[in-house]
């Protein structure tokens, strides 16, 4: 009996390993200019939901169809031209060991508390400050901080235009050793810009590793994915 509900567990596995394979090829296929005759080689599943494969497909009626390349997804989204570390840590049997090796951050485990409350931050901050620029077509200066989020704080000539009741946030969440989170960002006149949010670790001080490491929302999405790895998202 035990010998039957182990195979019947294999199989399961197995057909939700190959729906997920199609699901990717589906995605990218979905998002060429040519999608007709795409071959696939190489596809593989990894944990919390990654696809990592090869794909040729043709870029132009008339040049001969392209080279296998890489690609992959994430939980539904599709990385068409993956970086290195995207491929090192997404398509990884063990991504909180790649995630230290190019990052070194981390390891990130489960009794790593500091590292979970920093990727659950920068998920509520990251999500608030999206917000934020689509009610107002920026995002908050640094001279407002991470405060504008909470507090309506209009920028010299560029009144808010919405502004929530109750703000975006209820608080601004200070880091593990309850600093508070360093913020910067950089803006141009009718182009999205950027930002980043900052820890600088336990000591506080730039540099370090282990607990004492910077920690940036540059590198969120690993961080993010870990959660999820290890099922805290």
Known sequence: M???????????LLAACSDDKKAAEQLLTNNLAIPKDVEFRRMKSYPAG???GEYSAYSSH???????????????????SPKEI???????????????????????????????KIAADFAALTTALDRYYQDNS?????AQGLEGLVTP?????????????????AEIPRDPWGKEYLYDEEQ??????????LTLGA?????????????????????DHMAHVLGQR
């Open 62 to 80: 008339l040049l001969p169809k392209d080279d296998f390349k890489p690609f992959l997804t994430v939980r539904g989204k599709l990385y068409r």
């Open 203 to 223: 000591d506080g001080k730039p540099g370090g590793s282990g607990e004492n490491a910077d920690v940036s929302s540059d590198i969120f999405p690993y961080l």
């Open 2 to 12: 035990l010998r039957t509900f182990c195979i019947t567990c294999c199989m399961l």
């Open 138 to 142: 920026a995002y908050p200066k640094v």
């Open 50 to 52: 990654v696809v990592c």
């Open 188 to 197: 141009w006149a009718r182009v999205k810009g950027k930002y980043e949010i």
């Open 86 to 116: 995207e491929l090192a840590i997404y398509c990884s049997k063990k991504p909180a060991e790649a995630l230290l090796e190019w990052t070194g951050i981390g390891p990130f485990t489960a009794d790593n508390e500091s590292l979970e």
């Open 153 to 169: 704080k209009p920028r010299a000539g560029w009144p808010l235009r919405n502004f929530p009741e109750g703000g975006y946030l």
